[in-house]
């Protein structure tokens, strides 16, 4: 069966420092990943999606970038982080273009 | 692009009573809608879906029905239990395959 994790599970970080949050999946091959933000409260934001290696598209201009450097890793970055980036970050992937599965998130506090 | 439109913000009701959430969706093309429960601190947990060839799904206590002519579509949880207490969302496919979400509904089940 697939399962996606995500690492790490909390993370408290100073402005200005830099952030690499990861998410793999296992059990599966070539998904479609995407990466959300959920401010407290609130609703997903989605911020990037990827179809294949290499293959980014951005869905919000900000601070943050994405990378898939491989089939089954996809990787949420930024140089510099601000007061604004703290959230609960949620990493997805699909299969079959449909049922979109969530991994355990990261919780992100910028201080 | 897709939008989608989620109501109540907010919904509490007597624990073995039944709970409704409604949706609208803006794109005709859109045809698959699923819906997600998030206890909190964790990832969104896909709990039925739909898709556009038929009216309604049941399973076991949860129902969605779906009404394409009208562009809405709605969550039914009957004889709630306290564990039903979560944030749920509902969803409709965008372009690209994508997902866009609905800004969520917080249920509160009162014993």
């Known amino acids: 069966s697939q399962t996606i994790h995500q690492w790490p599970a909390t993370l408290v970080q100073p402005v200005g420092s830099p952030l690499s949050l990861e998410c793999t999946v296992e059990?599966?091959?070539?998904?479609?990943l995407y990466w959300y933000r959920q401010a407290a409260g609130r609703g997903l934001q989605l911020l990037f999606y990827s179809v294949g290696i290499g293959q980014i598209s951005s869905e919000v201009p900000q601070n943050l970038s994405a990378s898939r450097p491989q089939d089954r890793q996809f990787i949420l970055s930024s140089k510099k982080l601000l007061l604004s980036d703290s959230g609960f970050y949620l990493c997805?992937?699909?299969?079959?273009?449909?049922?979109?599965?969530f991994g355990p998130g990261t919780r992100l506090l910028v201080l | 692009g897709e939008n989608v439109e989620q109501h109540p913000s907010t919904l509490s009701v007597q624990e073995g009573d039944s709970a409704v959430i409604k949706c609208t969706y803006s794109?005709?093309?859109?045809?698959?809608f699923p819906w997600y429960k998030q206890e909190l601190g964790k990832g969104p947990q896909l709990i039925i879906d739909?898709?556009?060839?038929?009216g309604e799904k049941k399973d076991q206590r949860i129902a969605v029905t779906l009404n394409k002519t009208a562009k809405h579509f709605s969550l039914h949880i009957t004889e709630t239990q306290p564990e039903d207490s979560a944030v749920y969302f509902c969803a409709a496919v965008g372009g690209a395959q994508k997902l866009v979400f609905g800004q969520g509904t917080r249920l509160t089940i009162n014993p």
């Open positions: 794109d005709s093309a859109s045809n698959y």
């Open positions: 059990g599966t091959s070539n998904p479609n």
């Open positions: 997805a992937w699909t299969e079959s273009g449909k049922t979109q599965y």
């Open positions: 739909i898709r556009s060839n038929v």
